[in-house]
């Protein structure tokens, strides 16, 4: 748990200690190449024993060298697999594996919170204490679509279609579950009023209750998938990891309604007048989105993967929301209080629930 801790005050120091720059972006890109370096130093240089999945993963990036990628269609996405096949001309050392998907998936993380963060320190912190670092040493192809997926979200901003759709696509190769983020599109094409949220609320009740009927119109259509049926993902038991997501994205989103509410004074968002608000709008429905989709997860497990895709863009939705605060006493109160619950979050999952990535204790591939 020493680096754990460690981690999240060298995380918070050093924002205090760059606090003082005046040149802002001087001090954004500082900040995050000391953070997101570190990150990726600790992501592609860890032990096979970090993390639930890597020691699979290398077993097949070994296999795929020697073995056709055919061999492994009914498994893993084809996009995984080439990447391995191609990573196998440069290197038969397997790390060469962790350290190219690290590239991938640290640099998409980086970007993504250079460009969109207006608190970048604090979406840095919130992408470790809620568990996103902790899931990029262990759900690697599920991190590659999500950080392909955070690329397309300019070209939901710009509204390009046919960019966005492309994107989705890349990422369906490497995780077949990033498929659903094409509804993205049009659900941002709504504005967010009581309409749009009891729609939401509708869907995620007919989702929980008629999602396994609908599950086997689905697998009559795509029958690779019928194992699923009978498994695991539906065996009816409620997951703790998704009613946590649910109840932290649920607080999340309440708090940006309630600081937009106070600085427009109306009940919901109407017409937006500016590129800010319009794109504020955008990420309340994604989250509403995710919240939707790990509500119905409760029946089918599976599911939260998908939730994933809306839900990471916590780390800057918070962030942007209480930069929105106008009160100066009210402002630093929120924020400290934010820093202190998710302190708590991720330590009681530290500490009870350490198994979900089998991080800590860590340890480097030559130790």
């Known amino acids: 748990m020493w680096l754990y801790y460690g981690l999240v005050v060298y995380i918070l120091i050093l924002a205090f200690v760059l606090w003082g720059m005046h040149n802002e972006d001087q001090k954004k890109k500082i ?74 998936i640290i640099f998409g993380y980086w970007r993504f919170v250079w460009k969109y963060s207006m608190m970048p320190w604090l979406s840095v912190y919130l992408f470790f204490t809620m568990g996103y670092f902790g899931a990029t040493l262990n759900t690697i192809r599920h991190n590659i679509a999500i950080v392909i997926l955070l690329l397309s979200f300019d070209f939901i901003l710009k509204r390009k279609l046919s960019y966005f759709v492309a994107l989705v696509l890349l990422a369906s190769l490497f995780h077949n579950t990033a498929i659903i983020f094409i509804i993205a599109y049009p659900m941002v094409m709504l504005r967010l009023n009581y309409k749009t949220v009891f729609i939401s609320l509708g869907t995620a009740i007919a989702g929980y209750l008629f999602f396994p009927k609908m599950l086997n119109v689905i697998i009559s259509f795509f029958p690779r998938y019928s194992y699923y049926l009978g498994g695991k993902y539906l065996d009816g038991n409620i997951r703790l990891a998704t009613i946590v997501d649910i109840l932290v994205s649920v607080a999340i989103l309440s708090i940006g309604l309630i600081i937009y509410y106070k600085n427009t004074q109306s009940i919901l968002l109407k017409e937006s007048q500016n590129v800010e608000s319009r794109e504020f709008e955008i990420l309340t429905i994604l989250t509403l989105i995710g919240i939707v989709i790990s509500f119905i997860s409760l029946n089918f497990n599976l599911l939260d993967r998908a939730g994933t895709y809306f839900h990471i863009f916590s780390i800057i939705y918070l962030p942007n929301a209480l930069k929105q ?43």
Do not use: C, H
């Open 325 to 367: 605060i106008k009160n100066n006493k009210l402002y630093p109160m929120l924020v400290y209080l934010a820093i202190i619950l998710f302190f708590v979050y991720s330590t009681i999952i530290q500490i009870y629930r350490s198994e979900w990535n089998d991080i800590f204790p860590y340890s480097f591939f030559w130790g």
């Open 31 to 104: 900040y995050l190449f000391l953070t997101f370096g570190l990150f990726f130093l600790l992501a592609a240089f860890r032990s096979n024993s970090v993390g639930n999945d890597t020691l699979t993963y290398i077993k097949l990036f070994e296999t795929t060298q020697y073995s056709g990628i055919a061999n492994f269609g009914e498994r893993y996405e084809i996009g995984y697999l080439v990447l391995n096949k191609l990573l196998g001309y440069i290197s038969s050392n397997p790390q060469i594996i962790l350290i190219a998907t690290s590239i991938i």
